[in-house]
């Protein structure tokens, strides 16, 4: 859902500042096919019920990501969000491919300290990396979720894609006889 307020949030950004919103749409991106495979897998381990299959394509899922990021690195934006998807795939593979969280932070954004999908694992004394997790709560504007600093670099970067690739409008410039 974050996803989608940094949407709004970047083309909001752009009409404010009178640009074209639909330029990144034409944006050229390489391997634009690669950026399905992450969404798919990860639909897949979540809602399959495979067990600890989930945690293999979990971090395929975010290997995949990381080489459509670094395939684009030269869009604006995307050092943003391939520094950020970098920063939680290796958390993620460093702790057999699910996500640190904290307890305290589930609470603190609102949730159940019992709350888990296949994505996650609770952080305990050995985990890897912990400050890398899912440590930063958010409750606010109806959102109730814990993300990670490498999920800041991502949203970060998803609105730079968006805003630094519009353009500012031309002014059309009566033309007389």
Do not use: Q
């Amino acid at each position: 859902m974050i996803y989608v307020y940094v949407v709004v949030a970047g083309v909001f950004v752009a009409l404010i500042f009178k640009r074209n919103v639909w330029n990144p749409l034409e944006t050229e991106f390489k391997w634009f096919y690669l950026v399905f495979a992450p969404f798919i897998l990860e639909l897949i381990a979540v809602f399959g019920n495979l067990g600890d299959i989930a945690n293999y394509l979990t971090s395929l899922a975010y290997v995949l990501l990381i080489i459509f990021c670094i395939a684009n690195w030269k869009i604006k934006g995307f050092p943003f969000i391939t520094i950020g998807a970098a920063s939680n795939t290796v958390v993620i593979l460093l702790n057999g491919g699910r996500m640190p969280l904290s307890k305290a932070t589930l609470v603190l954004a609102g949730l159940p300290a019992d709350t888990m999908d296949p994505k996650h694992v609770l952080m305990t004394s050995s985990t890897i990396l912990p400050f890398m997790g899912d440590v930063i709560p958010v409750n606010f504007l109806g959102l109730h979720y814990a993300c990670s600093i490498g999920d800041l670099f991502v949203y970060t970067g998803l609105f730079l894609l968006i805003y630094l690739n519009t353009k500012r409008r031309m002014k059309k410039v009566a033309v007389g006889k």
